[in-house]
């Protein structure tokens, strides 16, 4: 009898994966950052900035770039580890920034808070663990962000100070809450319609009391 499907079962047979690693964002939060989007586009006339649709914005952990189908078991495997005996916790979306400065931007981000430490705590824990495997730890800082947008390449230097001189204007408004329970290793394939995420795999933190 053949084995039942599963996505990381049938990711073995596909050529190599571009990947990351990932929580996924509450439903709520996802319709507020649309409407930060909404309310940031006629400030930033003219194309400057190639907004993301909020269905794939997420909270990126690691970025793994292109892994072998052979090795998802092994990540998989990484993320339980992670996981295992780690409580669940809350973190907060908050304010308006730019990558890497507002006199340079590129990136335009909400940030996002988590005093505990417990987000870091997890972030780090994911790097030692995925080390052995060939995925060496990042040489920055980990700084915890959801992608609202992308200055255009196109756009000249005095258009993306334009950019910045808006968001630097911005107050640190709290948009919503991210409940980190879970952590999902996804598959993301870019399509004429744009970026389709796909989870390969995924482990569960400890509920809390």
Known sequence: MPRPSTPVRDAIHTNRLRTFIAVDLPEPLRIRL???????????????????NPKGIHLTLKFLGDVDPGGIEGLAEALRSVASGRAAFRANAVGVGCFP????????????????????????????????????????????????????????PDEAAKVGAVV??????????????????????????????????????????
């Not at 586009?41 to 190639?50: I, K, T």
């Open 101 to 156: 400065s507002t006199r340079r931007p590129r990136v335009l981000w909400v940030g996002v808070q988590e005093p505990s430490g417990a987000l870091s705590a997890l972030q780090g824990s994911l790097e030692a663990a995925l080390s052995p495997l060939g995925y060496p730890r990042e040489d920055r800082e980990y700084n915890p962000h959801l992608t609202l947008g992308r200055v255009r390449r196109e756009a000249r």
């Open 34 to 52: 649309g409407q930060e989007i909404g309310r940031l586009s006629p400030l930033l006339e003219g194309g400057l900035v190639r907004w993301m």
């Open 168 to 209: 630097s204007k911005e107050t640190q408004t709290l948009l919503g809450e991210i409940p980190v329970g879970e952590i999902i290793l996804f598959r993301s394939e870019l399509k004429p319609s744009g970026a389709v995420y796909t989870p390969l795999a995924a482990a569960v933190l400890e509920a809390r009391d």
